[in-house]
């Protein structure tokens, strides 16, 4: 018998707006800040020795921690070695001229955020290993950021900075692979191998289910653990294997037949909204007992902060000013110099990938604390920075548009 009780009205606008929250692509990154504000603020609070205590509790044969860096972030950077694959052959990125300018801006802003850490640090062996730090763009972030402006800011510049940090993502895989590598266990290492002989020649006789490259996932995973080459680098090399469908007779793809897009799609909302929290939780907590201005002011301190905040803008902002006063490409379309300044800063915002190349980087833990006091200054600083000139930006080219609009009325 169908129940009879009444509906709150209040209760189908909830879901809807639940359900719209968390279809916004930018909504992780709000989340993320307020899971990095309750972080900082557990591990300064009377919960901060439970806190430390239960990252470093072990659970099998790794820590809490490691499993949250190690096997979480794994699935993580499956979902950006999807989203770059996708990118590349069916997205914002398959085409040489579409990549110019958000690939030219992604080396830019990598770069130079990396020479000024190295400026900071001459001199100093130990510090010198986190020159990759700043170079890191948390997209989630900056989107999230890119959010609170609401539609005043052009689509293009939405598509530019995701494809920008796409392409940075892709940049700092290689940079872990290359030069965040333990010692190599070769028997390890050649399992690993085999396992990817067998992810290829699966793509290539055209297997389409999910569930055979999934299980030889999880097998790779274990290997590259042993190996000595950093887990997570699994999850890329696993979502370059996993085949993408195009539709027969076109370029794109068909998403509802397409492995690729339907493992994405399986996995965009957990990554947003538990795995990278969680993440953000466990590793922006930093403790700011005893903490000196001398502290704050150290090199590796300033070296992360100013490559984040200066580094990024001048990267980033130079590279497309360069390009576009050279003609070779043209500004997002719609958008103004200032709203591209705007965007620029918020590269600086380096959050997720920043934490994580710290924790490979140092070993040491009063190390990897100084890393995380620049990456959360510096991004704290470029977040609200990129935001006020945007939103500054916004109301120029408002009011600059307003007198034509009222032309065309009369």
């Not at 770069?111 to 001199?123: Q, R």
């Not at 730090?133 to 689509?155: H, N, R």
Request: with cysteine; proline share 6%; aromatic share 8%.
């Amino acid at each position: 018998m169908a129940s009879t009780q009444p509906v709150s009205p209040n209760r189908g606008r909830i879901n809807s707006t639940l359900r719209q929250f968390l279809d916004n692509e930018a909504s992780g990154g709000i989340i993320l800040m307020g899971v990095a504000a309750l972080a900082i603020l557990t591990a300064n609070s009377p919960l901060a020795e439970g806190y430390f205590a239960a990252l470093h509790a072990y659970v099998g044969p790794l820590s809490v921690q490691h499993w949250i860096n190690d096997a979480l972030m794994a699935v993580f950077f499956l979902l950006v070695g999807l989203e770059i694959k996708r990118e590349m052959l069916d997205g914002q990125l398959s085409s040489w001229s579409r990549r110019l300018l958000p690939g030219a801006a992604a080396a830019g802003g990598m770069a130079v955020p990396a020479l000024i850490y190295i400026a900071f640090n001459l001199g100093n062996t130990a510090a010198l290993r986190g020159w990759a730090i700043p170079a890191a763009t948390d997209i989630a972030f900056a989107l999230g950021v890119l959010s609170l402006l609401g539609p005043k800011v052009p689509a293009s510049l939405k598509i530019f900075l995701a494809a920008l940090a796409i392409i940075d993502d892709l940049g700092a895989v290689i940079v872990i692979a290359l030069f965040y590598t333990a010692d190599l266990s070769l028997p390890a290492l050649a399992g690993a191998v085999l396992v990817v002989g067998a992810l290829t020649v699966m793509n290539r006789s055209g297997v389409m289910r999910l569930w055979p490259y999934l299980i030889l996932g999880a097998v790779l995973w274990v290997l590259v653990l042993r190996s000595g080459i950093h887990a997570t680098l699994a999850g890329v090399i696993l979502a370059l294997t996993v085949p993408i469908r195009l539709t027969p007779g076109t370029p794109e793809a068909s998403p509802s037949v397409s492995p690729l897009h339907q493992l994405e799609h399986l996995l965009q909302k957990p990554v947003a909204f538990l795995i990278v929290p969680i993440f953000g939780f466990a590793n922006a907590g930093v403790s700011f007992a005893g903490v000196t201005p001398a502290v704050l002011i150290e090199p590796l301190t300033l070296g992360v902060a100013a490559g984040l905040v200066v580094g990024k803008l001048v990267g980033v902002f130079g590279t497309v000013a360069i390009l576009v006063k050279a003609r070779l490409a043209d500004l997002p379309a719609a958008a103004s110099w200032g709203q591209t300044l705007g965007v620029a800063l918020l590269c600086g915002i380096g959050f997720t990938m920043s934490l994580f190349i710290g924790l490979l980087a140092f070993d040491d833990p009063a190390l990897q604390d100084r890393a995380k006091f620049g990456i959360l200054f510096g991004s704290l600083i470029a977040g609200l920075a990129g935001y006020f000139i945007l939103r500054i930006s916004n109301r120029r080219q408002a009011s600059s548009a307003l007198p034509t609009s009222l032309e065309r009325k009369s």
